[in-house]
């Protein structure tokens, strides 16, 4: 019965005491841990085991790559410098020869433009000299026409081969005089 606050226990021997089913439960828990340590223990232990060798494989692969990749880049590191060297040298190189081939382009061009030069002054020589025998017959032709008029009387062909020759080394003094000036 319950008065008030406080409780009364009524009955034989302590309230806290020795219990049987203390033993029992103490004794189940005992079995099944061993039954639980021979069946499961070793697996999962073996497991973790595993996994463990795994994670340490893991890593050293990981130490192992992360060595690689650097080597790796440095390597390319050291290919692609060498990669720009040799681009500039190329660079380099190409500009030189570009140089050195418009120089022999200038050399070629300047020794055809002489050439040419060259040509068109003999071609003038030659053009003036030619001109100079046909104005040479063609002034004595005149010439002895116009003397005959004037004369009015006929010249003898002898004449006729004086007055030319007369007339051109004539011509041909002047005309030796004005080359000389031009060509200074």
Same mark, same amino acid.
């Given at each position: 019965r319950l008065r008030g606050d406080t409780v009364m226990v009524?009955?034989?021997g302590p309230v806290i005491g020795f219990q049987y089913t203390f033993v029992?439960?103490?004794?189940?828990?005992?079995?099944l841990v061993t039954f639980l340590?021979?069946?499961?223990?070793?697996?999962?232990? %073996? $497991?973790?085991?595993k996994r463990a060798e795994q994670i340490r494989g893991d890593l %050293?692969?990981?130490r192992d790559h992360r060595k690689k990749a650097r080597s790796l880049f440095e390597k390319y590191?050291? $290919?692609m410098e060498g990669s720009r060297k040799e681009h500039d040298e190329l660079i380099a190189e190409g500009r030189s020869e570009g140089q050195k081939e418009r120089e022999r382009i200038i050399a070629e061009a300047r020794a055809e433009a002489e050439s040419y030069l060259e040509h068109a002054r003999l071609s003038i020589r030659t053009e003036r000299q030619e001109l100079r025998r046909e104005l040479t017959g063609? $002034?004595?032709?005149y010439s002895v026409r116009l003397a005959e008029k004037i004369l009015a009387r006929e010249i003898r062909s002898?004449?006729?081969e004086e007055l030319i020759r007369a007339f051109v080394s004539g011509i041909s003094s002047s005309d030796e005089a004005g080359e000389d000036s031009q060509d200074g």
């Open positions: 009524r009955g034989q029992f439960i103490a004794l189940n828990f005992f079995i340590y021979g069946l499961l223990w070793k697996p999962i232990i %073996t $497991v973790l085991d %050293t692969d990981a590191k050291d $290919v063609q $002034v004595g032709t002898e004449d006729h």
